[in-house]
């Protein structure tokens, strides 16, 4: 066996033994999920194929009608099969391939800050921010209308490594859509309606292994980026 192979195993191995200490200690701190208004927030200038213009936030009715042309229904998880079933989740998506990010500045500076934030609300220790150990992958963007909403359900493992979400809130005017996160007999809401600013930033983040619920939209439209976070493997 070769140096370079016998090192793989061993990397892999640490970040198995890494993952499985962190969901034990957070079994026990209770640290399962966060979220808060982003003081440092910026435009990502979200561009959608088949739009003439990036998308203006704070987003308006008008733009969001556009959006949903360009949308398909979301489909969910269930065990291995994906479901495409109104009653259980009604909510417009977009993949990546369907948009781009043209703000440089998002990833540098938004994303890099939000990784501190998302150690803080996860329980990890600061190992996590030193060695680089956070990946965030953009999985979609998503409009919710009202009446839209998502039955409780836990989130699969999308990709390898994947270990949490997170959920980018951008500037949109709506009420309803609170947040519900469980953890075995825990409970967490988050409300982040547009009873505040609509010019505000939020995010919420969770562990994969958390139920959760999006209970309807009451009024107004809800525009948010979907983040997997993974293990950086380097």
Sequence with gaps: MSSNTSKKKSNNLTFQQMLNRTFQNVRKSGDYCGGDR???????KVMINGMQEHIQLPLEPSQAKLIIEQCS?????????????????HTWQLNPSSFIITNSEWKIYTLNNLK????????????????????????K??????????????DSEKVDGMFATLVIILPSH??????????????????YSS???KCDYYYLVFYA???????????????????NIVVNKQ
């Excluded at 969910?76 to 259980?88: A, H, N, P």
């Excluded at 501190?116 to 680089?132: A, E, F, H, R, Y």
């Design 38 to 44: 982003l003081t440092d927030g910026q435009d990502p």
């Design 73 to 89: 229904l979301a489909p969910f998880g269930r065990k291995d099969k994906t479901i495409l079933d109104k009653s259980v989740r």
């Design 116 to 139: 501190s934030k998302i150690v803080s609300d996860l329980g990890l220790n600061q190992d996590w921010i030193k060695n680089d150990l956070i990946d965030l992958q953009l999985y």
């Design 141 to 154: 963007l998503l409009l919710y209308e009202k009446y839209s909403f998502f039955k409780i359900h836990r």
């Design 174 to 191: 709506y009420k309803g859509g609170e947040f519900v996160i469980k953890h075995y007999n825990q409970e967490r809401r988050f409300d």
């Design 195 to 197: 009873t505040k600013s």
């Design 209 to 227: 292994d958390c139920q959760h619920e999006i209970l309807p939209i009451k009024d107004g439209y809800r525009l948010s980026l979907v983040y």
